[in-house]
C-alpha cells in the first residue's frame, strides 16, 4: 500500500493568541475539552491545539487561546474545496426559501466562503441583479479574495453558510459584513446549533471551529455591531445540524454590563453533551476498527472510501493496511495520506471488484457512494458488509430522516 511516490508535506502548529469573550469582554473563562488534531491539505500538514472554553458570565463558548489569522489564511488556501462535480451538501432548496420570506430580491448579493459555485448560485443568478462571491480557498475561482476588496455599503444582502463558527475574531468579521451592506440591507448567517449537540457532536469535533453559538450568543454578538434579528429558524438551515439566521442593518449598541446566567448553565450542559456523545463515537470507532482487523486477520480485502479527517482518525489505529486500498473521487487526495496513496474509483475499480467488504467514512454521501459503485462497476457488497464510520450516521444528520419543507417560518420577529 505505501508508495514510493509519495512525499512527505511539510508539518507546522497553528499559532495560538489571546482571546477574552467577545460577547461580553469578560476573561472569567471555564475549560470545557480540547484536542489536539493534524489536518492534512493540498500544501502541507497544520496542527490544531484546540482549547474550547465557556465564558461564566455571558455562556458564550469559543475557542481560546485562538488561531493566528495568518496561519488560518494559509491553511484554508490549501484546503481541499468541494470536489467539482459533487452534489452540494447542503440543502438548496432550504436556502432559497429562507431568503424568499426574508430578503426576496435585490441588486447585489455577496456570499461569504462560498467555495465551489453549485446549483444554489446559479438559482441566486436568477433572483438578485449581480451574486459575487468571496473565497479565500485558491483552488476555486472567486470574485474577491478577502473582504477589504469589497466597497462599502452596497450589498443587498451579505451571507455567510457555515462561515462564522470557523472565524478567530468573530466581531470584526461582523463589522465587515455591516460595512459592505447599505443601511437595511440583509445579514444571513447559518451556523452549527449548540442546541444540537447532544445528538451531532460533529461540529464540536471539527478542530477548524473557533465558536459554538445558541441563537442567543449569536443574536447578542450581531446586535452589538448594529443588527437586529428579522428571523431565526432550523427548520429553514441547509444543514440539519443547524440554525439559519437573518439580521438586518440598524445602528450598534452597547455591551450589557451583566448578563444572565442562564446561557451558562444551558450551553454548558450542551457542550458537555456533545463530548460524551463524542467519547461514544469514539467507542464505535474503536468496534469498527476491530471488525476491520478481522478482515485484516482473514487476508480478506477492504476499500476505504472518503478520505477524509474521520478516515484519518481511523488510520490513526491502523498498524497493519496490506489488504486495503484507500479511496476518494477526487484526484487532488492522491497523497493526502502520504505515504500511503488514494485512488480514484476508476484507478481502483479491480481492487473494489474484489472487495469483500467497503468502510465509508461519510454517512452523508454513503447511498450514493454504493449507488455509484454498482452502476459502474456492476458490485454490490451485502449488507454486512457495508460499514459506515461517521459519528452522524444514526441518522440524525445527513440524507436520511430530513424534515420536509412547511410553510412558513419556524420562528419569526417582525
Ligand atoms: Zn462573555
Not at 36 to 43: E, I, P, V
Not at 146 to 154: F, K, N, R, V, Y
Not at 170 to 196: S, T, Y
Amino acid at each position: 500500500m505505501t508508495s514510493e511516490a509519495g512525499k512527505s508535506l511539510p508539518n507546522r502548529a497553528i499559532g495560538l493568541r489571546v482571546r477574552n469573550c467577545e460577547s461580553c469582554h469578560g476573561n472569567d473563562l471555564e475549560q470545557l475539552w480540547r484536542q489536539s488534531f493534524t489536518a492534512r491539505t493540498r500544501l502541507g500538514q497544520y496542527r490544531f491545539d484546540v482549547n474550547n472554553v465557556i465564558c461564566r458570565n455571558c455562556g458564550f463558548v469559543f475557542v481560546s487561546p485562538v488561531f493566528d489569522e495568518a496561519d488560518l489564511a494559509d491553511y484554508y488556501a490549501g484546503s481541499f474545496s468541494a470536489f467539482a462535480g459533487a452534489a452540494p451538501d447542503y440543502d438548496v432548496a432550504k436556502r432559497l426559501a429562507f431568503l424568499d420570506n426574508v430578503v426576496p430580491r435585490g441588486d447585489l448579493f455577496i456570499e461569504v466562503g462560498a467555495n465551489r459555485p453549485t446549483e444554489f448560485h446559479r438559482r441566486l443568478k436568477e433572483i438578485y441583479g449581480k451574486v459575487t462571491t468571496v473565497e479565500i480557498n485558491d483552488s476555486v475561482s472567486s470574485d474577491h479574495r478577502s473582504l477589504a476588496t469589497i466597497p462599502d455599503a452596497g450589498a443587498d444582502v451579505v451571507a455567510h453558510y457555515f462561515v462564522l463558527e470557523h472565524i478567530p475574531q468573530v466581531m470584526k468579521f461582523l463589522k465587515e459584513c455591516a460595512r459592505m451592506l447599505r443601511d437595511g440591507g440583509m445579514m444571513i448567517c447559518e451556523v452549527p446549533d449548540i442546541l444540537m449537540y447532544p445528538q451531532d457532536p460533529s461540529a464540536l469535533q471539527l478542530y477548524e471551529h473557533t465558536n459554538h453559538f445558541s441563537r442567543e450568543a449569536l443574536r447578542e454578538l450581531a446586535e452589538q455591531v448594529g443588527f437586529v434579528e428579522i428571523s431565526v429558524s432550523a427548520e429553514y438551515c441547509s444543514r440539519s445540524f443547524g440554525f439559519a439566521a437573518a439580521f438586518r442593518k440598524s445602528v450598534p449598541h452597547d455591551a450589557r454590563v451583566s448578563q444572565a446566567t442562564g446561557q451558562y448553565r444551558r450551553n454548558r450542559e450542551l457542550f458537555l453533551g456533545g463530548v460524551r456523545n463524542l467519547e461514544r463515537s469514539e467507542a464505535e470507532m474503536d468496534h469498527s476498527y476491530k471488525t476491520f482487523q478481522t478482515y485484516q486477520d482473514r487476508g480478506s480485502s477492504v476499500v476505504l472510501w472518503a478520505a477524509n479527517d474521520l478516515m484519518a482518525r481511523f488510520l490513526g489505529r491502523c498498524s497493519c493496511l496490506d489488504n486495503a486500498t484507500i479511496v476518494d473521487s477526487n484526484p487532488e487526495k492522491a497523497s493526502v495520506f502520504s505515504p500511503l496513496m488514494v485512488f480514484t474509483p476508476d484507478a481502483a475499480a479491480d481492487q473494489i471488484r474484489c472487495a469483500k467488504a467497503i468502510f465509508i467514512f461519510t454517512n452523508f454521501h454513503a447511498a450514493d457512494i454504493l449507488r455509484q459503485i454498482e452502476g459502474s462497476l456492476g458490485k454490490t457488497f451485502d449488507k454486512g458488509a457495508v460499514h459506515v464510520v461517521d459519528p452522524s450516521s444514526d441518522g440524525s444528520r445527513g440524507f436520511v430522516d430530513r424534515p420536509s419543507l412547511r410553510d412558513g417560518l419556524g420562528e419569526t420577529r417582525a
